[in-house]
């Protein structure tokens, strides 16, 4: 993937992707309804430390940036940007929106929150400044164990889900068709927001399974 031309469109595409995808999970817990793999882990933390949801996904995207070290993974800005970004922008969405009731309503907040997570997917990971914290220990211990991104993945994103729901976090039907659509939703928005480079060729070619889409949760 290069990261060759237009700098100041993907600057931009990165602030804005992770912005949104900070805006998106907020939407999933204001639903209620679920909420995506890592989602449930920082919600089961939120609820025993007494911190705000957001705050908690900065701790632990720090936390996990400190893994990539015995990993050899390099973080990029975007990496950095992914550990504060996302949580502040999920705390600042929960501090305006206001509790609905219903599922009237809850369903479309759900809808809408799992296809606004799959627009910033593709922002942020076609600005091309580096996988997040989440992504790059994926990748790395794809790299350090010969295992495939897909089992890497599935593993982490079970052993995340089951600990936050033990701790408390909210598993439904959103965490669910979250994990369903996320790939489809990822592999489609990557291809709209395909940065052209100088040549004008693509920096990012969207081919291949869903299944295998890096993401940045």
Do not use: C
């Amino acid at each position: 993937m290069s990261t060759q031309g237009r700098p100041g469109r993907r600057l931009i595409q990165l602030y804005v992707g992770l912005a949104l995808y900070g805006v998106s999970s907020a939407l999933l817990v204001v639903a209620g309804l679920g909420l995506e793999p890592w989602g449930v882990l920082h919600q089961g933390l939120a609820g025993h430390t007494g911190l705000s949801i957001g705050t908690v996904a900065i701790i632990v995207g720090a936390a996990v940036l400190v893994l990539w070290i015995p990993l050899r993974q390099r973080p990029g800005l975007g990496t950095v940007s992914n550990v504060f970004v996302i949580g502040l922008a999920m705390n600042a969405t929960l501090a305006v929106v206001p509790v609905v009731h219903g599922f009237t309503l809850r369903v479309p907040l759900m809808t809408g929150g799992i296809v606004l997570n799959g627009a910033a997917t593709g922002l942020y990971i076609a600005a091309s400044f580096g996988p997040g914290p989440r992504d790059g220990l994926m990748t790395g211990l794809h790299r350090r164990t010969g295992r495939s991104i897909r089992l890497i993945r599935t593993g982490i994103e079970v052993a995340v889900v089951v600990t936050g729901f033990v701790l408390g976090g909210t598993v439904g039907i959103g965490t669910l068709l979250y994990a369903v659509s996320i790939g489809p939703l990822a592999q489609l928005f990557l291809k709209v927001f395909a940065v052209p480079a100088a040549s004008g060729r693509s920096t990012v070619v969207a081919t291949g399974s869903p299944g295998h889409a890096i993401l940045p949760e």
